[in-house]
């Protein structure tokens, strides 16, 4: 319990290294690790946490370091963590620490972290909101979750940032996509990347639409649409102030403390769905009737739903009605 006070003391005073190990205790699921998060818990709160989402080759990562370089220079700390796409071998992230981040290795006021996905299909794993935390307890102002880039599944990250950016990039169909349901109706702030491209106007014309057929009163804020070359850092300073923009807005409208709240919600019955399934996991292990009930399925005599029903009767867990086998 020492060396946990000691790394939690280290973690508060800004330690890049303790920061480095607190983050692993808890993708590892370590006992220690959720026991510094219970210790440094009360010191979070403070930071401003923004979720940039979009498709493969969008430039998040580009967008990032732009963002962190103009953060840097109004002297702020920036933590920034990328959710990877998980090996299927090892289980890590495949991509590491992202290449065009790299400008910003060496400065002490920026830390950087990859996080494998492993799955999740939200494009956050499920320790992103956590390590944000611990982000948040070491001092970090700003706080850049990147996600995968898994494209319209990725709405989890509204339950982890306090601002969302879509970003968005020209000529890829990116402009039909955000036609569809989930994930035009997630940002706070829309990022059109790669502005020069001859079809930003048209895109922006497009997007512009989307949001008018989608507009609603009970919200006041208007959602900017902001173009961006984040390679030659132009329109940067106008996303950030699009950012503190919003950051005052829901301060002042006093929905972000409503937000907090939603996310917190949402990550307290994700954690405890992971822990449940694990539990499970553990005790059908060598259960005999599990392994009949799998086989029945596989045999096409009995259907998941029904079989799932079953399982969560003998765990005593219950079932939905409408999941219940029919007799």
């Known amino acids: 319990m020492t060396e946990e006070r000691t790394l939690a003391q280290r973690l508060l005073d800004g330690d890049r290294r303790a920061l480095a190990r607190a983050i692993t205790l808890v993708e590892s699921d370590d006992a220690a690790g959720w026991e510094l998060v219970r210790e440094v818990y009360p010191h979070t709160g403070r930071a401003a946490v923004v979720g940039l989402t979009g498709a493969p080759g969008s430039g998040k990562s580009s967008l990032i370091s732009a963002l962190t370089r103009l953060r840097r220079e109004q002297d702020r700390t920036v933590a920034v963590l990328s959710i990877d796409p998980s090996s299927p071998f090892t289980h890590g992230a495949l991509l590491g620490d992202r290449i065009r981040l790299s400008d910003h290795f060496l400065d002490p006021g920026v830390f950087i972290r990859s996080m494998a996905s492993r799955g999740a299909l939200g494009g956050l794993s499920e320790a ?3 390590t944000a935390l611990l982000m948040d307890a070491a001092g970090r102002d700003d706080v850049f979750l990147e996600t995968v880039g898994v494209g319209q599944a990725e709405v989890d990250i509204v339950d982890h940032a306090d601002t969302v ?19 035009v109706e997630i940002p706070d702030v829309i990022v059109v990347n790669k502005a020069d491209h001859p079809l930003t106007d048209t895109m922006d014309r497009e997007i512009r639409g989307v949001l008018s057929l989608g507009a609603s009163g009970s919200d006041s804020w208007r959602v900017p649409i902001v173009k961006t070359e984040a390679v030659r850092a132009a329109g940067i300073e106008e996303l950030v102030a699009r950012l503190d923009e919003h950051r005052a807005h829901i301060e002042a409208e006093g929905t972000l403390s409503e937000r907090r709240r939603r996310n917190l919600r949402g990550e307290v019955l994700a954690l405890a769905a992971h822990r449940l399934r694990r539990r499970l996991e553990a005790g059908l292990a060598d259960d005999e009737r599990f392994a009949e009930l799998l086989d029945e399925v596989v045999a096409r005599r009995l259907d998941p739903a029904s079989a799932a029903s079953e399982v969560l009767e003998r765990a005593d867990l219950g079932a939905p009605a409408s999941h219940e086998p029919r007799r």
């Open 128 to 130: 992103a909101l956590q």
């Open 165 to 183: 950016v879509l970003v968005l990039m020209p000529g890829s169909g990116d402009s039909i996509q955000a036609l569809k349901a989930g994930v």
